[in-house]
T-cell receptor, first 115, second 114 residues
Framework: DQQVKQNSPSLSVQEGRISILNCDYT??????FLWYKKYPAEGPTFLISISSIKDKNEDGRFTVFLNKSAKHLSLHIVPSQPGDSAVYFC??????????????FGKGTKLSVIP | DAGVIQSPRHEVTEMGQEVTLRCKPI?????LFWYRQTMMRGLELLIYFNNNVPIDDSGMPEDRFSAKMPNASFSTLKIQPSEPRDSAVYFC????????????FGDGTRLSIL
């Protein structure tokens, strides 16, 4: 049972426009959320995070929004650039139910920014 | 700064063989994680260590998998005997103090079991 879901496997956006990547979660014990970016043949790299006590966190062109009541978060990239083309993973931190706290990842959304 | 270093980058071996994946975490990081990425299941946590001690190995698929961290700068993930369904990309990650600290990933080992 997937606790972190990224329902869009892929997304194409024109350069300069906004990219919106979505993520839903089911476990109300999650209290910290992160986005990772992954290029082919490389490991994921940390992008931005948000605590459950906030509803927005911004870092340059990247903003993450959290809606706790809906158990939904989104990553906005404005303006999108061709170098942003990558797979984006949503991850949630919290009690896993298996006896420890851990990071649970979504399956990722492949973003393609078209020049 | 050196990041997380994994070796080998690629491994192709025959079913039944022993496979050993290696990881060197970032110096000073106290937590180390092993993940497996497949198309079907995405990125799954296999096991993690805090201060060289295994904390949660509930993600290890079966007894054929084992992981060790003999010191703060080295960890291994071993599969014995290997099976075709073990084919995946295996990532090692480390973080400072664990918890919500962002994890830093290596570039992974692409494992193919024939």
């Amino acid at each position: 049972d997937q606790q972190v879901k990224q329902n869009s496997p892929s997304l194409s956006v024109q350069e300069g426009r906004i990219s919106i990547l979505n993520c839903d979660y089911t476990n109300s014990m999650f209290d910290y959320f992160l986005w990772y970016k992954k290029y082919p043949a490389e490991g994921p790299t940390f992008l931005i995070s948000i605590s459950s006590i906030k509803d927005k966190n911004e870092d340059g062109r990247f903003t993450v929004f959290l809606n706790k009541s809906a158990k939904h978060l989104s990553l906005h990239i404005v303006p999108s650039q061709p170098g942003d083309s990558a797979v984006y993973f949503c991850a949630a931190w919290g009690y896993s139910g298996a006896g420890s706290y851990q990071l649970t990842f979504g399956k990722g959304t492949k973003l393609s920014v078209i020049p | 700064d050196a990041g997380v270093i994994q070796s080998p980058r690629h491994e192709v071996t025959e079913m039944g063989q022993e496979v050993t994946l290696r990881c060197k975490p970032i110096s000073g990081h106290n937590s180390l994680f092993w993940y497996r990425q497949t198309m079907m299941r995405g990125l799954e946590l296999l096991i993690y260590f805090n201060n060289n001690v295994p904390i949660d190995d509930s993600g290890m698929p079966e007894d054929r998998f084992s992981a060790k961290m003999p010191n703060a700068s080295f960890s291994t993930l071993k599969i014995q005997p290997s099976e075709p369904r073990d084919s995946a990309v295996y990532f090692c990650a480390s973080s400072l103090r664990g918890g919500v600290q962002p994890q830093h990933f290596g570039d992974g080992t692409r494992l193919s079991i024939l």
